[in-house]
């Protein structure tokens, strides 16, 4: 039996914690996250809240919790939408060839060019910001990504004998696409949608940070951390407590997804 | 005997990667005007070393790729006349079977989902007995459909490959080295095998190797390339027996003749 | 000079190669026959120290009167760099494809026998000819995409004798190769080890260029050397039941053969395939697909006996012949 590597135990232990914390806030929180105690603002870590209360005694444990669900969905939401129309212009652009894939490629690679967050900023100037905004914005920077590792990988199993034996029986190539090259880049896809929720986190962060995406009272750890800023001199926990979840969540993911790509992809791990 | 594959001078050629700037590519000859007929339920072989143009002209013959000159006609038909989706109708009647038994089937595929894809172009429910029926004729047991490709041997593998291949009840096998991974005992039998199938469902067979006596135990006609060029075309006792090129009696002696 | 006594390789119960006697003199040029899972490899293996970890060896190897068991690795890197050396079947696959050949060739040169830059050159150049590379000094700074198959293996051969070995092992040297290009160099291998006096251990499924190498063959089955005796005898008049199976089933390159009907004949076969390391008979491995077993072939392993001068097979109805 092949020993896995620690990057890969690390990183599932953490995305068990963040997973584990969002889906336990869908059915209980210590107390209801929206639930403001003026007179209890600012409180110490305490036996009823463990870890305090924010600037309008709202429960902090229960905040982050809620914040972590809401990041879960925004992340999911993103890479399924992203990773879907990436994954299939990939394929499309493997099957095809020709100038079709160079097209699809090149637009892609304008994609990469593009820097995300301004475009998020973009979308949220033009249409407002909003949580669906952010998700569009954040699939949207997904897809070129999907797509070169999709053709990429796809390349490859096009030369395999099995795609010959297929097209010999008949097959069409969008046949042979569904049937053979698929199934067959579904681990390096998987990888890549792993690391790519790392970045999808992240962004939303960022966006909330800076406004544009969850609006109050849904909670998120981006903006939880940009109110704590002003009052970083009064109460810096505040501030780490979402900080430190961000770090976590993207941690972990950024780790599964390395470690299943050493255990999924033998040339890497033939290098170490 | 009626003819079954007619291959009128045909050739193709490669451009190689542009080395310099002004100069124009190089031209790599890979089939150059080649030439044969083969009949129904007939064997031919084409013997050449890697780079002869054997597998071009193979795959040429399966309309994998177009020739640049000539023509290819199957049972009368020019099959690079066709249009897609009657070429796609058609190569229901020839089949491949390929060299690598570890690559020629999806590794995350049942057996009998590998076996019944050709039957999928035409028909929209596969009926099982045929898969069956094509499993016990390789000397396979119908059960074997559930398992995957790594619970098989090379061999064994080889002969789902050649299931695959039947199942149509197909007029033409192209054979690409289909025997040149495999160790010695298991090659005579999967020779066997073959040789019984063209008995029995008046197969013809287009037989690819390297291997001049492997070609000599299961051709009755012999086609010798060699970069590109057809040396020998004739029967194969008569080629075997007297052969008219230095390269010919150079394979015999590599066959330990 | 290397001699294998009754050695063993086990995988947990199962045997993956069952006492093995071998000798190895200088210049003796001794063919390994056999198919996927006979073994042939793993004794290779054995003789470089490179048994994979996962397996227990029993038996005795001694090198040069010296009893390996008690070797470290550290011996064993020692003895792999100057006194045996290997070369395998893919020769894309055992070179660098960043460096020029020639370093590749130079680089053992400098480290084992610790010669300066050019002197190394030196006696690149004089391998890469000897070795027949045309054109050597040329070739040295070429990188292995550059060369032929052929050309490749040729340079392997050069790295192989680069610090002059006692043995060359050969696997699968030639199966690569193009049946002409596969000719010259196995005639390659043979003029080495007799210009150099160098024990050659040729191992090969390819029954023809077996014979051309070989003086003396070893056959396996099953993790045992069924049969051993001269090349030309053990090939001429097979004693084995699983040789003559090889044999005959091997086709050969004359006319078509017809049968009484005038029908294509079928080539003999050996029935059933090689059962897994595993599932193999306790008495003589060939059990259950032998067209001649007695009784207990299955459960009593078959003594050794000799079929002929200089010859030995190990089966239960030879040595019923032999006593009889």
Request: proline fraction near 6%.
């Amino acid at each position: 039996m092949k020993r896995l590597p620690v990057n890969l135990l690390i990183g599932a232990a953490l995305v068990m914690l963040v997973i584990g914390a969002a889906a336990l806030s869908l059915i209980w929180t210590p107390h209801d996250y929206t639930d403001m105690n003026i007179r209890g603002k600012f409180g110490p870590p305490s036996e009823t809240h463990w870890l305090g209360t924010d600037q309008l005694g709202r429960d902090v444990v229960s905040q982050l919790m809620a914040a972590a669900r809401n990041s879960m969905a925004v992340a999911l939401a993103a890479v399924l939408i992203g990773g879907s129309i990436g994954t299939a212009l990939g394929l499309l652009a493997s099957a095809i060839g020709g100038w079709v894939e160079d097209l699809v490629m090149r637009i892609a690679d304008i994609g990469f060019a593009f820097p995300a967050l301004l475009f998020a900023i973009m979308l949220a100037a033009v249409f407002g910001p909003s949580l669906t905004n952010a998700i569009l914005a954040i699939s949207f920077i997904n897809i070129p990504v999907f797509a070169r590792v999709a053709r990429a990988s796809a390349n490859q199993i096009w030369t395999r004998e099995y795609v010959t034996a297929a097209q010999a029986a008949g097959l069409t190539r969008a046949a042979i696409s569904r049937d053979h090259i698929l199934p067959n880049i579904a681990a390096p896809i998987i990888v890549q949608a792993t690391i790519e929720f790392a970045v999808a986190i992240l962004a939303e962060a960022a966006l909330s940070y800076l406004g544009l995406g969850a609006q109050p009272p849904a909670p998120s750890w981006g903006r939880m951390l940009s109110e704590a800023q002003t009052l970083m001199y009064l109460a810096p926990q505040l501030a780490i407590y979402p900080g430190l979840c961000i770090v976590t969540a993207v941690l972990g993911f950024g780790l599964l997804g390395d470690g299943l790509r050493d255990v999924t992809d033998p040339r890497l791990v033939r290098e170490r | 005997m009626t003819t079954l594959v007619e291959v009128k001078s045909v050739s193709r050629h490669y451009r190689m990667p542009r080395e310099h700037l002004l100069r124009a590519p190089e031209v790599l000859t890979a089939v150059n005007s080649a030439s044969f007929t083969l009949n129904r339920g007939e064997t031919l072989g084409i013997v050449g070393e890697s780079g002869s143009g054997k597998s071009t002209l193979a795959r040429m013959v399966m309309a994998f790729e177009a020739p640049d000159s000539g023509e290819i006609r199957f049972d009368g038909t020019d099959i690079h006349a066709l249009g897609a989706s009657d070429l796609r109708r058609m190569r229901q009647r020839f089949q491949m079977i390929f060299q690598d038994p570890f690559g020629s089937l999806d590794p995350r595929r049942k057996i009998g989902w590998s076996i019944a894809e050709p039957l999928r172009v035409t028909h929209a429910e596969t009926p099982a007995h045929k898969t069956a029926e094509a499993l016990e004729q390789v000397g396979l047991r119908a059960a074997d459909a559930d398992k995957y490709p790594h619970e098989f041997s090379g061999g064994q593998r080889q002969r789902i490959a050649i299931a695959r291949a039947i199942v149509t009840r197909p007029d033409l096998i192209v054979a690409d080295e289909a025997v040149s991974a495999l160790d010695v005992s298991v090659q005579a039998q999967i020779l066997n095998l073959l040789m019984d199938l063209q008995d029995e469902l008046g197969l013809a067979m287009l037989f690819i190797s390297h291997d001049l006596a492997v070609v000599a135990s299961i051709c009755d006609q012999l086609l010798v390339m060699q970069h590109g060029k057809t040396l020998e075309y004739g029967a194969a006792t008569q080629i075997l027996n007297a052969p008219a090129h230095d390269y010919t009696k150079s394979l015999l002696t590599a066959a330990g003749a | 000079m290397f001699d294998l006594t009754n050695l063993s390789v086990h995988f947990g119960p199962a045997t993956a190669l069952r006492e093995a006697s071998l000798t190895i003199r200088p210049g003796d040029r001794l063919g390994i026959v056999g198919e996927s899972g006979s073994g042939k490899s793993m004794l290779a293996l054995c003789l470089m120290g490179m048994a994979p970890e996962a397996a227990t060896l029993s038996g005795t190897l001694t090198i040069d009167g010296r009893d390996m068991a008690e070797a470290t690795e550290r011996d064993w890197q020692a003895l792999r760099a100057r006194r045996v050396a290997m070369i395998f079947q893919e020769p894309m696959a055992a070179l660098n494809p960043l460096s020029r050949v020639g370093d590749t060739v130079m680089d053992p040169l400098r480290l084992h026998l610790g010669l300066s830059k050019q002197a190394a050159r030196a006696r690149a150049l004089d391998l890469f000819a000897e070795v027949g590379i045309p054109d050597p000094a040329a070739r040295l700074r070429q990188f292995p995409h550059e060369l032929s198959g052929g050309q490749r293996q040729r340079v392997l051969i050069a790295l192989a004798l680069a610090c002059d070995p006692d043995l060359l092992i050969a696997d699968e040297p030639t199966t690569a190769l193009d049946a002409n290009v596969a000719l010259r160099i196995t005639d390659l291998l043979v003029r080495l080890s007799a210009e150099r006096n160098m024990a050659l251990l040729f191992i090969s499924h390819d029954l023809a260029a077996v014979a051309r190498a070989t003086s003396d063959i070893a056959v396996m089955y099953g993790g045992d050397i069924v049969e051993r005796g001269p090349t030309r005898a053990v090939l001429d008049s097979p004693a084995h039941p699983y040789t003559r199976g090889l044999l005959g089933a091997r086709p050969s390159a004359t006319s078509l053969p017809r049968d009484a009907n005038g029908k294509r004949a079928r080539l003999p076969t050996i029935p059933g395939t090689v059962p897994g390391m595993a599932e193999l008979p306790k008495g003589c491995r060939f059990a259950g697909r032998c067209p001649v077993e007695l009784p207990h072939c299955a459960s009593e392993r078959p003594a050794l006996t000799k079929p002929g001068p200089d010859r030995s097979a190990i089966c239960h109805v030879l040595s019923q012949e032999v006593s009889a």
